[in-house]
Nanobody
Framework: QVQLVESGGGLVQAGGSLRLSCAAS????????MGWYRQAPGNQRELVAV???????NYADFVKGRFTISRDNAKNTVYLQMNSAKPEDTAVYYC???????????????WGQGTQVTVSS
């Protein structure tokens, strides 16, 4: 079993910054990709950013140039640095991890419980 614990959410003014963290713990062989998704009321959950074990990154167009995803493999932790926040960034942010267990080798997908981010105008 793997647990993802998020932290760092809260209230920030438009134009401000916030840093989210997500730490993975439990029994696994390795963590492949880790990412952040978000869901605003009435909307579907959407990808924000993802980072692979090799540090390749991919961002949704609506956060490019503003948000930065990074990870610390030694701590099994992924971060999301949110700069130039906009009111439309208001949502619950969820951490996601693709975890490899073995034997036999199998990939599992885990989600965090979510952390609220509110950007005031």
């Amino acid at each position: 079993q793997v647990q993802l614990v998020e932290s760092g959410g809260g209230l920030v003014q438009a134009g401000g910054s916030l840093r989210l963290s997500c730490a993975a713990s439990g029994s696994f062989f390795s963590i492949n990709a880790m990412g952040w998704y978000r869901q605003a009321p009435g909307n579907q959950r959407e990808l924000v950013a993802v980072i692979t074990s090799g540090d390749s990154t991919n961002y949704a167009d609506f956060v490019k140039g503003r948000f930065t995803i990074s990870r610390d493999n030694a701590k099994n932790t992924v971060y999301l640095q949110m700069n130039s926040a906009k009111p439309e960034d208001t949502a619950v942010y969820y951490c996601n991890a693709r975890v490899l267990t073995t034997p036999p080798p199998k990939q599992w997908v885990y989600w965090g419980q979510g952390t609220q981010v509110t950007v005031s105008s």
